[in-house]
């Protein structure tokens, strides 16, 4: 190499700085939004084919196991776990901890019991071959406008 040759090296420049300032600066804004903008529902409602069969608090510890009988839904409440029907279409819900889950289900495919526990305004659980819906009502996310179709 030739002692003319200069080195390169690598310079942070100002508008650099800055521009990872404003980078994290907004990185932190969503992360705030998405931390503290959570609003936490106070009701569980389900509903069968349309129809709410049941609207529960979210504070009180409960199994719901709702089975289906010439097409109209047969709700039972329980404190502790229900016998589950061994002949019989069920969904079995859970309450407790301000949070709601399916238990159990006798659907094929299971994704309304792998669902993870629902809490929040305008969160849900929907049993598609059961044409079932179990959402969270209550709370700031009920009041905004979700959509608008002209």
């Known amino acids: 190499m030739e002692s003319g040759d200069k080195e390169k090296k690598l310079y942070i420049k100002k508008a650099d700085v800055i521009l990872m300032a ?4 907004a990185a932190l804004f969503l992360a705030g939004g998405l931390l ?12 069968y084919d349309g129809d709410v069969i049941l ?28 016998d589950i029907p061994a002949q019989e279409s069920y969904n079995l819900v859970y309450v407790a901890g ?5 238990e159990a289900a006798d659907c094929r495919d299971q994704i309304c019991v ?9 969160e849900s659980i929907i049993c598609l071959p059961h044409r079932l819906v ?5 709370g700031e996310q009920d009041e905004r406008i979700d959509g608008m179709v002209k």
């Open 98 to 102: 301000k949070k709601a889950q399916m």
């Open 22 to 25: 404003v980078c994290l600066l």
């Open 55 to 82: 609207t529960a608090r979210l504070d009180e510890s409960m199994y719901y196991l709702i089975t289906y009988k010439e097409n109209r839904a047969v709700l039972v409440k329980n404190k502790e776990m229900p």
């Open 134 to 138: 179990a959402e969270i009502i209550g």
């Open 36 to 47: 503290f903008g959570y609003e936490r529902g106070e009701l569980l409602q389900v509903s």
């Open 114 to 122: 792998h669902h993870q526990s629902i809490s929040g305004g305008g």
